[in-house]
Each structure stands twice: as structure tokens, then as C-alpha cells.
DNA sequence: CTGAAAGCGCTTACAG
DNA sequence: CTGAAAGCGCTTACAG
């Protein structure tokens, strides 16, 4: 293996005039650059990453942690995030926390201060106080998504916003019976973003002076699976069911788009449906939703990532609040419409 | 940052003596390994792994690469890579090819080789002859998943064999006019999956002395948007519609069984549809297939990668040839059944 | 069992 | 512009 000892000795000068050339620095006369770009070449040198971090102590690594990896948010902003630090010559440590608390604790308290990473992305993660503060003091800034945090940057839509927005939709083309389809009560791993949206969904009910009828509001687990369990039974009432039904992600109104059709039910004639996210296969099934660009999130955010590790002046703000939030756009298709005149 | 000199002073001892005791290595006596395990505790500290990596050559660290990160196979793949490796102890880089040739190359001649990462693990990549023998040449592993690769270790299903199975399930129950839908020709990035599996297909029939016509094949891309589209057409031809599908893999099914209800017909009474893989969906599907468990293959083969990295004799064979064959079961759903009478 | 010291392979003030 | 040398923070033969 050719180290830069090889390569200066081939070329004939220094190991610090090969270092200058191969990193681009000044102060390098035009024909030692050569000499040593030749001599790199010629012996395939590769310089030492780890060599160049314990000199300089930069990794030009970020870790990311999330939740889960499996499942299309979470995929998808991986995708994006890795794609644009690639660009940007970053690689990036991937930590999922699907292993429970233990493995939780030995990736903040352990393998994220190492200092194998210059800087952390979370998606739907939330550090706690005391691995903030440490990563703080490690002088390595954190940007998530998928939930804001206290005490560093964040992209992140407006969940209430965006479920108000739906069930405005639906209100104003004429529905008074929406029904609505969401997570977990307080649950949502890290953050309670159930309850935000269905705070979103009851808002807009009152404000156009309709009632929330608790037999309308189910519980799923954002999967396609529950959204069709959960959908049958609200469609399959026979005496209160829905005109609508909003649910809290594309996924869960797939099965509820599936459901209808299962039961003879035809959409948007009989039931129109609703999501959160503008999946990628959301055209495909027809789907009105509410998009929040999830690719162009992951992207943005690397970005504001990467430009805080080139701030000169980063010690001085290391980890601020900073809740940048990510707007959201109706997208109607063909999953919505008036109510049939005998359904009100 | 508390770094191991301070340790070493607070404890009395030498850094030596703290490098010892803090790794779990023999000769050190109980009261030096309490004193620094109490000092190390009190300060804090946490060893730097690239001063680790650069005294002792090892990273603890997998390159893990693939084409796409937010489709099923690799998002599961992945995460079921990632949480084998952390409970060994061992990090994760991140590397996916979407970006084309200009990263792939950065990823193989640069990346790869920067000393950071200990072995490879490939899913549906092959990396060219001078690729793998770079990575030879450093003493990097290989082992992948989705496609063998010719002078490294492979666990992979037998696309043909596969392919055969879901046929000849049709063929007993008594189909004779079986379609298939596959992916394209020649294609699917680094290996020939769609031609593999259009193959055991195709030797299904001949040896059951059916023809395959060319109108009964069709070429998706191995989404539900796909399968629904070509399944539909398959399905809505008037004169020569098969009574039974045969998809490439589950989601293309998915779209397939959506298609048939959407042309009002019934499945299986009316049509048959099986797949390949066993989606986390398929249940919720009903869909007969076959079982290639995707989340167990990346744990093996994630295991023996690990294995390889602890054998001290590697060097006498980093990278041969290893054709594992990964076993596929047939699992019987409800998507699959006798043809009606009159459909023959 | 324990410590002094060399070494891993770079980068970068400091002199020249 | 260029080079000698210190330094990044560990690990590990080698002596004792």
C-alpha cells in the first residue's frame, strides 16, 4: 500500500509538498503539483482518511439516526440525505434504533461521540437533554426532521396545519360526516404527532361548527393493513357511517381507498379519502393528500447540515432552536368530491 | 474532551496500563483495572476510534452498498444488516449507486479504499474484476446478497429455480394458461433477475408440454403500478386472457390481484396470481408466493461477513468464490386455486 | 503486572 | 514555494 512517504520519495520532494498538491492548498509551484500528481497516480495512492482525521479532526462523516428504515418516510430521506452528502464528499453512519433502549444508549452515549462523526441527522428522533448537551460540548451540530427539537435546528411541517388543511378540503366540498383515521394516542415514538393531527381534524370541525363524534375517530398504525382494517369498520356502520374519511397518511388511506371498493362503496361518489404525505404511489391510487415533499426535505436539510459544518464560526451556535417550518400543498385528485346529495 | 493521558494521570498509572485495563485485556491487576475504570468513569471518557483505528488497522466499520435504499428488498436488507452489525459492535457507511457511473466510481476507486471501512457488503452490485481485486489487494472481504458474484461470497435465492416453483404451483392445480410478468429484458441493473426468473417460468411450462406464447409475457419494472398496468392488459384481452399470473415479484402481484377486482373479477375463482419474495404485505394480500426471506438473509449473510473479519487466517482467502444457495419455500395463500371449470 | 517509547499516516504552523 | 518536525490519540512489542 503506497503512503505519502512513497509517493514524496517518487516525486522527489516532501511529504508535506505532496500533502499541499493532493489537497489543493496554495503555495505549491506548478511544477512540484505535477510531479506529485503523477507519482500519486502512478503508485494508485489513496490517502488515509483516518490518518487525515486524527491530524486535522475532521471525519467528513455524519451520523444519521432514525427509528426505522423500512418504512417509506424514513427510507425516502435516507435516500435523499445520503445522495446529497455523497455529492458534497460526506459519508454518512447509519444507526437505527429499532434495537430498544439498550442499543439506543450505546449509539448516543458511545458510538456517536467517538468522533467518528462531525455532526448527527435525526428523523423522528428526539435526543434527550443530557445527549444533546453532550453533543453540544462535542461541538457537533444536530438537524433533524420528522419532529421538532428543543435546542437544535429543525425542518419540519406543521402536522396541525397540514391535517386542518385536509379536513378543510373536505368540509368545504360539502361533507359533515368526516371520519378520521390516526396513530397511536401519545404514541408516535418520540413525538405526538397523532395528536397533532387530530387536534388539526377537530379544529377544523369547530371552526366550521361541526362535532367530532368519537365513533369517527380510529386508530391505526400507518400501514396500508390498518388503514383497511379500521376503514371497513367505519364504512361498514350501518346507521352513522362517514361521507369521509381523513387519514394521517397516504399508506392508511390506500387501505381505506381498498376497503371502500372491497365493500361495492365507489370513490369519490360514495366516500372520498384524504391523506398526509404525497406518497409516490399516492397518484397511482388517485389520492388527494396534502404533500410535504419528503425528498426535497431530506435534500434541504442535508444542505443546511453541511453548511453549518463549514461555518467558521459554528462553536459559537453549535445547537440552536431553530424551527424552520416546511411547508405543505393541497394536492387534489380524484379521491375527493362533493358528497352524494342523498349521503348528507 | 478527556483523552487518555488524563485518565492515566488521575488513575496513576500509564496510558499503557489504561489501554489494557479499558479493553478488557489480560495483565493488568484488579486494583489498576478498578482505578481506571473509576477514573475513566469520573472524566467521562471515551476513546477516540480513529487513533484506535489508525494504531491497529481496524476500522470495526462495513461499507455497505446497494442501488436503491427506498425499495423493499434493500430498506429491509438494510435494516436487518445494520442491527446485526451494531450488536457486534461494528458501524455501518452508507453508500447507494442512484447517483450513476460518476459516483459509482468516486464510491469503488476512492471511498472504498480510504482504509475506512473493514469489508464490503454488496446487495444486487457487482463490482467489476478490478474492483474486487482492489479490494482483494487490501484485505477487504466481500459478501453479498441479491446476485452471485464471480471470486466472492454470495447468499442467493435461485432466480430460476424460484421461478420454476411458482409455476409448476399453477401448472398442478391445473392451469394451462399461465402469463408472466417479469422486469426487462436483459436489464435490471448488475444482474440478469427478469431473464432468470422469465426462464424457470418458461422451463415450467415446456416440461409440462405447455407452450409459453409471447402475448402471455409482459415486462414491469417491479412496482404495483406496473404489475397493475400489465396485468390489466393481460386480463382485458378478449379472445386468449390466461386464467393465472405469475409476477416476478410480490408487488407486481399486488397491483395484479388490484387489477383483476377493478375489471370485476375475482380472485382466485376467476384468476390466480402468485409472486415472488413474501412482502410484508403479502399476507394482508392473500397472495400465494414465494418465500425468499429477505430479513433472515441479511442477517446470515451479515453474520458471516463478521465471521470472516475474526478469522485471523483472512488473508489466505479474502475473496473466493462462495455460492450459498439461500432455500425458497412455496407459501400457499389465497390468491391461488383450481381454474373454473368453464375457463379451461 | 507495568511503563517508556515507537509507530500508525497524515497535516500544518514555523523557519527558511 | 518548500522542508523538518511536532502533533493528532491511541496500541503494543519490548524490557523490566
Redesign the pocket.
Known amino acids: ?5 512513497d509517493v ?1 520519495r517518487l516525486a ?12 489543493g ?5 506548478a ?3 505535477a510531479r506529485v500528481e503523477a507519482a500519486a497516480a502512478e503508485l494508485g ?4 482518511h ?3 482525521t ?4 475532521r471525519n467528513r462523516n455524519i451520523g444519521v439516526v432514525m427509528p426505522y428504515i423500512d418504512r417509506w418516510f424514513f427510507s425516502t430521506i435516507l435516500e435523499a440525505v445520503e445522495t446529497t452528502l455523497i455529492e458534497a464528499g460526506y459519508d454518512l453512519t447509519l444507526y437505527n434504533l429499532s434495537g430498544g433502549q439498550g442499543q439506543r444508549d450505546k449509539i448516543f452515549n458511545d458510538l456517536l461521540l467517538r ?1 467518528r462523526v462531525d455532526a448527527v441527522f435525526t428523523a423522528a428522533v428526539a435526543p434527550s437533554q443530557s445527549e444533546l448537551e453532550q453533543l453540544t460540548r462535542m461541538g457537533k451540530p444536530i438537524v433533524g426532521v420528522g419532529g421538532k427539537l428543543e435546542g437544535a435546528r429543525t425542518f419540519v411541517m406543521d402536522d396541525t396545519k397540514a391535517a386542518r388543511l385536509a379536513t378543510e378540503h373536505l368540509i368545504a366540498l360539502g361533507h359533515r360526516r368526516i371520519a378520521f383515521i390516526g396513530g397511536t394516542e401519545g404514541s408516535d415514538r418520540e413525538f405526538r404527532q397523532h395528536d397533532l393531527r387530530k387536534n388539526g381534524y377537530v379544529e377544523a370541525l369547530h371552526t366550521a361548527g361541526l362535532s367530532s363524534k368519537t365513533q369517527w375517530v380510529a386508530y391505526g398504525d400507518y400501514t396500508i393493513q390498518s388503514g383497511y382494517y379500521e376503514a371497513k369498520q367505519l364504512l361498514g356502520d350501518p346507521r352513522d357511517a362517514p361521507t369521509a374519511i381523513f387519514c394521517a397518511c397516504d399508506e392508511m388511506a390506500f387501505g381505506a381507498i381498498m376497503a371502500a371498493k372491497d365493500l361495492g362503496l365507489r370513490v369519490p361518489e360514495d366516500i372520498s379519502v384524504i391523506g398526509i404525505d404525497n406518497h409516490d404511489m399516492s397518484a397511482f391510487f388517485e389520492l388527494s393528500t396534502i404533500d410535504q415533499q419528503v425528498r426535497q426535505q431530506g435534500i434541504a436539510s442535508a444542505k443546511r447540515l453541511l453548511e453549518l459544518l463549514e461555518d467558521p464560526r459554528l462553536e459559537e451556535h453549535v445547537n440552536v432552536t431553530e424551527d424552520l417550518e416546511w411547508p405543505v400543498h393541497l394536492v387534489v385528485r380524484s379521491s375527493t368530491a362533493r358528497p352524494a346529495a342523498g349521503a348528507r
Chains 1, 2 share one sequence.
Open positions: 500500500m503506497a503512503g505519502i512517504e514524496a522527489g520532494v516532501s511529504t508535506a509538498t505532496v500533502s499541499r498538491a493532493l489537497s492548498k496554495e503555495h505549491v509551484s511544477k512540484a503539483r495512492y489513496v490517502a488515509s483516518t490518518a487525515y486524527l491530524a486535522t479532526g468522533k
